[in-house]
């Protein structure tokens, strides 16, 4: 908000922010964002940052309806926000032993990612990319495409979200 930068938002998002920040008077400053936003359509898009690029794959529904995985082309780092993330306190800044990580990411996932069809989506999506680590905005990384696999491997066959949901949820409470 103290700055010109651009913001970058998903699409669905885009009439909200506007809003929520445009016109309010910080340190006497009026500020404005709406002339500066960027609406991300939903299939994504590729970004430019200087001389670099950074796209901007749909990751929907796999926590958050407006939801975007980013991939550095270059590096080939895929930046896979809750996607891959996990509750615990890690030892390490990659994953070591995958069959127990999946211990420390299934709770969350079965919770916060809405159907296993958006994740097969997504997983279809990012196999067609070169990505040699996987960095979700929790927990440890996925280091080596062996490990990245492991991941997508897991992730496209786990039943989360609504996969999950029962009746027995929906009643109201004694």
């Known amino acids: 908000m103290h700055t010109q930068a651009q913001?970058?938002?998903?699409?669905?998002?885009?009439?909200?922010?506007?809003?929520?920040v445009s016109g309010i008077i910080t340190?006497?400053?009026?500020?404005?964002?709406?002339?500066?936003?960027?609406?991300?359509?939903?299939?994504?898009?590729?970004l430019s940052l200087s001389d670099c690029e950074i796209i901007a794959l749909p990751a929907h529904f796999l926590h958050s309806v407006g939801n975007?995985?980013?991939?550095?082309?270059?590096?080939?780092?895929l930046f896979s926000g809750d996607i891959g993330s996990s509750t615990d306190n890690p030892t390490s800044m990659f994953v070591q032993d995958f069959e127990a990580h999946?211990?420390?990411?299934?709770?969350?996932?079965q919770r916060y990612m809405c159907s296993n069809q958006a994740a097969r989506h997504w997983v279809a999506l990012v196999?067609?990319?070169d990505v040699t680590?996987?960095?979700?905005?929790?927990?440890?990384g996925f280091s080596g495409p062996a490990m990245v696999e492991n991941f997508l491997s897991w992730f496209e066959q786990l039943p989360v979200g609504l996969d999950l949901i029962d009746a027995h949820l929906y009643q109201v409470p004694v």
Not at 68 to 75: G, M, N, Q, T
Not at 102 to 109: L, S
Not at 133 to 140: E, L, R, S, W
């Open 7 to 20: 913001v970058v938002i998903p699409s669905v998002w885009a009439r909200f922010l506007p809003h929520l």
């Open 102 to 109: 999946t211990t420390a990411m299934t709770p969350f996932h």
């Open 127 to 129: 196999r067609q990319l």
């Open 27 to 46: 340190d006497h400053l009026s500020v404005q964002v709406s002339d500066r936003l960027i609406a991300l359509p939903d299939q994504g898009g590729r």
């Open 68 to 77: 975007f995985s980013f991939y550095d082309p270059h590096a080939r780092i």
């Open 133 to 140: 680590m996987m960095i979700p905005q929790h927990g440890p």
